[in-house]
């Protein structure tokens, strides 16, 4: 199968002036089939947001290649890519709160990608948003309401139907649940699991919670400081994790069973993150990692295929660690 989306030694750097800069993603590869979601984990400051927008072209690339059904995409969008693209590739963004703006009634929000389609009449657009309003589970009533008179909840499905208005084949959910009250967490990750399936949409779902990710993900990929360090079905992800950072990652996530929280030993991952300013040598993860060798502060590991437990062919283990040479 061919991917949908592929990402080539891609490099995104804030520059700070002078010499230094951010590593925000540092030569990060990964292949999103058609009609897959693939779930992106790792700590704040670890790249996920800045790669899920530097794909979008919401950030430049510094280096690298993203293609998109066999298309490079440009390094630095220019207006007309963003509107060849927008009925393409989407994103659903984090904050609905701050992502809808307040001065436009959800009508408006909602039908603006349609702008696209000129030879829309007023009315097909007016219908076209009351149909993706209640896909989402709201009523077409709210058209002519405002972002303030509704929930979290509520907003991200706006934010969903904005997304999803224009078909597009690819979306990003960048942590869109991450906001929400716990109680409406579940059904907004239900909302846009039926939602994947019954449009065949591909995801790159970005999620701190990894029972989350594990629950609506095919595969998960688990980002470190810039870099991805393990690559595989969800299932082997979570319960046969490799790489000693993905291994803390999930023996801290809570259990979604208090029962079995309740008896489980706390674990937190030791020492800071170091800074995407001043990135070690190695492998980077080596400064907190309680199997590091002599020859992990010096050699970088590479992202290499190791045994894979999974019946899905097309899946591929990959693990960044000295452990596994
Ligand atoms: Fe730990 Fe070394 Fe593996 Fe890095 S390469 S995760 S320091 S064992």
Not at 51 to 72: M, P, Y
Not at 144 to 167: N, T
Not at 189 to 201: A, D, H, P, S
Not at 254 to 257: L, Q, T, Y
């Given at each position: 199968m061919k991917p949908?989306?592929?990402?080539?030694?891609?490099?995104?750097?804030?520059?700070?002036?002078?010499?230094?800069?951010?590593?925000?993603?540092?030569?990060?590869?990964l292949s999103i089939n058609p009609r897959e979601i693939v779930g992106l984990v790792g700590e704040s400051g670890s790249g996920k947001s800045t790669?899920?927008?530097?794909?979008?072209?919401?950030?430049?690339?510094?280096?690298?290649?993203?293609?998109?059904?066999?298309?490079?995409?440009p390094q630095r969008y220019r207006a007309s890519d963003f509107r060849a693209m927008a009925p393409k590739m989407q994103m659903i963004f984090q904050d609905p709160y701050s992502s809808l703006n307040p001065?436009?009634?959800v009508g408006e929000i909602v039908g603006e990608g349609l702008r696209l389609q000129p030879e829309l009449s007023a009315s097909d657009v007016q219908d076209r948003v009351a149909h993706w309003l209640q896909l989402v589970g709201l009523s077409p009533?709210?058209?002519?309401?405002?972002?303030?008179?509704?929930?979290?909840?509520?907003?991200?499905?706006?934010?969903?139907?904005?997304?999803?208005?224009?078909?597009?084949e690819f979306v990003v959910c960048d942590e869109p649940i991450s906001a929400l009250d716990v109680s409406v967490?579940?059904?907004?990750?239900?909302?846009?699991?039926?939602?994947?399936?019954?449009?065949?949409?591909t995801l790159l779902f970005i999620a701190h919670d990894l029972s989350m990710v594990r629950y609506i993900s095919d595969r998960m990929a688990v980002m470190y400081l810039g870099g991805l360090v393990?690559?595989?079905?969800?299932?082997?992800?979570?319960?046969?994790?490799?790489?000693?950072?993905?291994q803390t990652l999930i023996a801290s996530n809570?259990?979604?069973?208090p029962e079995h929280e309740r008896g489980r030993q706390s674990t937190t991952i030791q020492g800071e993150i170091p800074s995407p300013v001043n990135v070690p040598a190695g492998c980077r993860f080596a400064n907190r990692c309680p199997?590091?060798?002599?020859?992990?502060?010096t050699t970088t590991p590479a992202l290499k295929p190791v045994p894979t437990t999974s019946e899905n062919l097309q899946s591929q283990r990959l693990v960044a660690c000295h452990l596994f040479d």
């Open positions: 949908l989306v592929e990402i080539q030694n891609l490099v995104k750097y804030f520059d700070l002036g002078g010499d230094q800069r951010v590593h925000a993603v540092d030569d990060v590869s790669l899920g927008k530097t794909l979008l072209g919401l950030h430049d690339k510094t280096d690298g290649n993203v293609s998109f059904a066999g298309q490079v995409l001065r436009m009634t009533d709210h058209r002519s309401r405002y972002p303030h008179e509704f929930s979290g909840g509520q907003r991200q499905r706006i934010g969903i139907a904005r997304a999803l208005i224009l078909q597009p967490q579940a059904q907004v990750v239900n909302l846009l699991g039926e939602l994947t399936q019954e449009l065949g949409l393990e690559v595989g079905t969800s299932a082997e992800v979570f319960f046969d994790p490799k790489h000693p950072y993905t809570p259990e979604a069973d199997q590091a060798m002599p020859h992990c502060s």
